[in-house]
């Protein structure tokens, strides 16, 4: 059984930073993606960064781009996304999901098939 948890998060003023982790369990290949995505009040969920399954390709959203990093441990289940510079617009619940994509990651949410229950990041001005 595959399971997602995501970690972290909580409440900080504009210009600060928070880390946020998810672990991903129970899966049997190395070629799962895992992604971060993000769903502010009354707006769309979207996907923000992603790492691929196989290599090291990364994605960033253009909004996130230069403020938030990325990164993985050893066993490629568990990641990392340290965000630097918060905005009150970064406000949102942020969910981890993991989707089997190889080499590639996406932001299309259709591709991701374990989805954790998020955790909320709240920026105040």
């Known amino acids: 059984q595959v399971r997602v948890a995501e970690s972290g998060g909580g409440s900080v003023q504009s210009g600060g930073s928070l880390a946020i982790s998810c672990a991903a369990r129970?899966?049997?290949?190395?070629?799962?993606?895992i992604a971060w995505f993000r769903q502010a009040p009354g707006k769309e969920r979207e996907g923000i960064s992603c790492?691929?399954?196989?290599?090291?390709?990364?994605h960033y959203r253009d909004s996130v781009k230069g403020r938030f990093t990325l990164s993985r441990d050893n066993t490629k289940y568990t990641v990392s996304l340290q965000m630097n510079n918060l905005q009150p617009n970064d406000t949102a619940v942020y969910y981890c999901?993991?989707?089997?994509?190889?080499?590639?990651?996406?932001?299309?949410?259709?591709?991701?098939?374990?989805w954790g229950q998020g955790t909320q990041v709240t920026v105040s001005s």
């Open positions: 999901a993991v989707g089997l994509l190889g080499r590639v990651c996406t932001f299309r949410r259709a591709d991701y098939v374990y």
């Open positions: 129970g899966l049997r290949s190395d070629h799962y993606a």
């Open positions: 790492i691929a399954g196989v290599g090291s390709t990364t």
